[in-house]
């Protein structure tokens, strides 16, 4: 039971290049979120999905797309990639912990964009 | 501007002594959560309090919501260099599933 997969843990990017940052689960979770992480910032949310086939906008969501390819993958991509978009990135997927509910998080993908 | 305001933002003490990190708001949370994060890691929950003046403890670590659920406070009790690491809070609103984080709290305890 490997939990939240992401790959890849590094990854440099020169301004203008494309890269997809993927996302795997194998809890059967219904809910799957991409944050990213910048000092003194916290998480903030870019988006979610509440289920297969479905997404949303968080509140980070420009620059970026998402798939829900299945019910475990989730994808994030970024198009046009910008040095502001240098940070940690992380998945998680939403589980139930009794009566409220967990988030699972990745070990992070730490983006470099030159 | 965050939705979520941790204070304070940096913290470093000794061993055995106790603290206190506080998670803000203007806005009500349906529930609110705790995580701690290691570096290179993602972060691991540590509590979710979902009533309105709940109190609840881990071992030395006590958490609270505010009683309009718009913050809550950790309180560690005899602090240890195991605890050292970053601590958020992220609220959740309308039960939505949707969560927002606070900026963090980096704590280091000095042996």
């Known amino acids: 039971n490997a939990g939240v997969t992401q790959t890849p843990k590094f990854q440099v990017l020169k301004t203008g290049q494309s890269m997809t940052l993927q996302c795997a689960q194998d809890?059967?979770?219904?809910?799957m979120y991409w944050y990213r992480q910048d000092p003194g910032m916290g998480l903030r949310l870019i988006y979610y999905?509440?289920?297969?086939?479905?997404?949303d906008k968080g509140e980070v969501p420009n620059g970026y797309n998402v798939s829900r390819l299945n019910k475990r993958e989730f994808s994030l991509r970024l198009e046009s990639a910008a040095p502001s978009q240098t940070s940690v990135y992380f998945c998680?997927?939403?589980?139930?912990?009794?009566?409220?509910?967990?988030?699972?998080f990745g070990p992070g993908t730490r983006l470099t964009v030159t | 501007t965050q939705l979520l305001e941790q204070s304070p933002q940096f913290l470093s003490i000794q061993e055995g002594e106790n603290l206190t990190v506080y998670c803000n708001s203007s806005s009500v949370f349906s529930s609110l959560q705790w995580y701690r994060q290691e570096p290179g890691e993602g972060p691991v929950l540590l509590v979710t309090v979902v009533t309105g003046g709940e109190v609840k403890k881990l071992k030395r670590l006590t958490f609270q919501f505010g009683d309009a659920r718009k913050d809550s406070s950790l309180h560690i009790t005899a602090a240890q260099p195991g605890d050292t690491g970053l601590y958020l809070c992220?609220?959740?609103?309308?039960?939505?599933?949707?969560?927002?984080f606070g900026s963090g709290t980096k704590l280091n305890v000095k042996p």
């Open positions: 999905s509440a289920s297969e086939g479905t997404t």
């Open positions: 992220a609220g959740e609103r309308y039960n939505f599933n949707k969560f927002y």
């Open positions: 998680a997927s939403l589980g139930r912990a009794g009566a409220s509910y967990e988030q699972y």
């Open positions: 809890m059967n979770h219904n809910s």
